[in-house]
């Protein structure tokens, strides 16, 4: 029976060192940042090679969660749901990774005036996925907050939106020295940043619709 | 000959494990919680068991309604009864057994000249309509505690699922212990009084000559439950598993508890004892207690779209399965009289019994308690290997996934 067996215990120690990875992805993630505006690459190297760890334990913890819940039939009426609400979180990491890979690649000129508001894209964009990490716990423990704490993760998406807007008007408006390659790599670069929101915005609905169905 | 009388009794057994063991454990089945092999299992052994302890309140009851005296009347009687719920399960109509048994006693009644305790009669229909309703009280409260326990308690999603998982095999052997403590009755009851068999003697175990019969019906229901039960499981228990994992535990709950409380005759003697009313000690459908519960559980969450031509069914059953039965059984001992010229029983004398079938029943009853006995020993040793067998296969698929799941990441460096 489930209640004498470890695989209860287990799983739930799966759960919550998956949500454990995304939370230091998304804090690691920022510092890489930072440390490319700063120009420091060997932090930012460090980062990168963390965030990479944090992504590969990531997937690797994501299968076996989902394998354990298939085999030992876990949760079978929200098995769907949950796996889910999993993959979608793997997005935001696996985003977080590409991301980092982009700057490491293609090293955007990003221009020193414009650091201050990358680092706002970022920390904003970063901490909608961040408040989507203890809604997603909460969902398994209390699941009649989860909506509430959905909400910060509604602003921060918004905040970011306004944010991008607003370097992208820098960029496209007021650098005029900058050429029209440099302007668009630099619009991919924000797309990139802003899309760690965008992704933490689509879990959140996920997650809401099943803080609903939980609590019927 | 004995034993072939026995048949038609089985046959009831087997039908009632098929179709019945699907209120108990069809929820868990259809939903994955619990597998269908560790469902048989354990719903198998628990209906034995509560034959056997606690099946001789219902079947009194049964006996009251009326004491069929002939072994080849209780074969019509139960035959009458096995083939109406068939049918009526092959119409796909609302079929219990208990309502089948009791049309086809009082067709027996009626056959032999024989008068219906009307009280007894009363007795049984009011039971009929409060088993559902009380199924829905039960369900209710049962439902509000769990919920108040679960949003207080703040226990990981995954720890309670998996309580609601042992939780359904806890009760759903409670509700197959119930189910052949309460249900046995209709299988068996209307061959006791046909019958009296030697008391039997293994070691720890001690059986009477009812619980040896009880016995028999059980492994009847459990052969139900193992051979047939699996496809009704999971189209009809999927009918209940519209309803979360909790729900459904509390109404296979609520409907074991409303079979426990009308065959427990300790409960009943207890009731009396603090000045209350003795419980009737009546079958109940568990069919329609877990409709009841269902709906219970309907009217609580406030759904405004009940299925009333579900409650209309139910109505008509309380009818049409006693009438349909009854009709039968007339008809049927009609022919085993005239036709076969086999003794279907008669009009009962108070204290009088005739020479000849008290001759019958002992000369019968030593040898169907030896071949009893050797049916219990091959019943447990049988039970035994199933539960290696179980537990082997279980070691089996968790080392063959920590294999697989140890290869996958090999392969992937």
Redesign the interface.
Known sequence: ???FTR??KN??LK?DEFFDDIDLGLLVFKEAIKAFLEKDMESFQRHLAKVDALESSAD?LQ??IE?EMI?H??????KAEVTALIDEMDEIIDALKSSLNEFNIEMPDIPTSLNKNFISLSETSVSAAEELVPAARA??????TVREKLLKVYYFESETDKISRGIKKIIFQEMKELDLAHKAHLRYIIHHVENISDLAQKAADLLSGMAIK?L? | MILFFLISGLFLGWSLGANDASNVFGSAVA???V?FRKAAIIASIFVIVGAVIQGAGASHTLGKLGAVNAIGGSFTVALAAAVTVYVMTKFALPVSTTQAIVGAIIGWNIFTGNSTDSRTLSQIVATWVSGPILGAVFAILLYMLLKKFK?AA??????F???I??GL?IVGAFGAYSLGANNIANVMGVFIPAFNLHDLNIGFLSLNSNQQLFLLGGIGIAIGIITYSRKVMKTVGGSIVEL??EAALVVVLAQALVLFIFSSTSLSNMFVKIGLPPIPMVPVSSSQVIVGGVLGIGLY?GARNINFRILGEIAVGWVATPVASGLLAFVSLFFMKNIFSINVGSKTEPGINSANQIAEMMTGGAYVSGIIKYLLLGVLIFGILALIFYFLLERK?TIE?QKS?EK??MNLK
Request: charged share 20%; proline share 6%.
């Open positions: 029976m489930p209640v695989t209860t799983l739930i759960i690797k299968r076996s394998n085999t039939s876990i949760l079978p009426q929200h969902y398994f423990k209390a699941p009649y939980i019927m | 939903s994955r919680m597998s949003r703040h226990i990981h999603l995954v720890r699922e998996s309580y998982k042992t095999v979360s994992s969450k698929k996934l799941e996958f990441w």
